[in-house]
T-cell receptor
């Protein structure tokens, strides 16, 4: 399997613009996670899905952030409008259900909002 | 709320040295604990996963231990190499939520 695939790898956008980050989880995985990594706050869980259904979005910072998972092989994280403080690395991860299963991370989307 | 702490924040050692990275967590009701490696500009690579019922896991030169009752885990790296230089993160899983420590930045000098 190709692993968790994220796009774009890098994006620079102007404040106020809409940003859409994309993720393809590992085939067959039940869970999909979106994390954000910054120097100040480390890795934070934003939202996760189980079988395409959002389970916990308590980490989503504001209403400007939204995430969808229309099918088992695709998810998006959208920021509208974007702000400079949203600059971070956004990781998508997936796993099978069960305590013994590893969570696999994508390479991340490096977002800079200027 | 689960809190995960890693000590030290940074570590620099000469090649060949054995070393220990530490991770502590506040809530012992965990499903598992994972150690990850992150290289600059890259994602996280899982190194070892220890289930809550296990005491340790080994992979090559890496050995991770778990003492759930005291809320501690260690990652032991034997005979360190320059290629081991990276940031090492531990994460504890409760339900479907994974809580990360801040990481230990390791530099192995040739």
């Amino acid at each position: 399997d190709a692993g968790v695939i994220q796009s774009p790898r890098h994006e620079v956008t102007e404040m106020g613009q809409e940003v859409t980050l994309r993720c393809k989880p590992i085939s067959g995985h039940d869970y999909l996670f979106w994390y954000r990594q910054t120097m100040m706050r480390g890795l934070e869980l934003l939202i996760y899905f189980n079988n395409n259904v959002p389970i916990d979005d308590s980490g989503m910072p504001e209403d400007r952030f939204s995430a969808k998972m229309p099918n088992a092989s695709f998810s998006t994280l959208k920021i509208q409008p974007s702000e400079p403080r949203d600059s971070a690395v956004y990781f998508c991860a997936s796993s099978l259900a069960g305590a013994g299963n590893t969570i696999y991370f994508g390479e991340g989307s490096w977002l800079t909002v200027v | 709320k689960q809190e995960v702490t890693q000590i030290p924040a940074a570590l620099s050692v000469p090649e060949g040295e054995n070393l220990v990275l530490n991770c502590s967590f506040t809530d012992s009701a965990i499903y598992n604990l994972q150690w990850f490696r992150q290289d600059p500009g890259k994602g996280l690579t899982s190194l070892l996963l220890i289930q809550s019922s296990q005491r340790e896991q080994t992979s090559g030169r890496l050995n991770a231990s778990l003492d759930k009752s005291s809320g501690r885990s260690t990652l032991y790296i034997a005979a360190s190499q320059p290629g081991d230089s990276a940031t090492y993160l531990c994460a504890v899983r409760q339900g479907s939520r994974l809580t990360f420590g801040e990481g230990t930045q390791l530099t192995v000098n040739p």
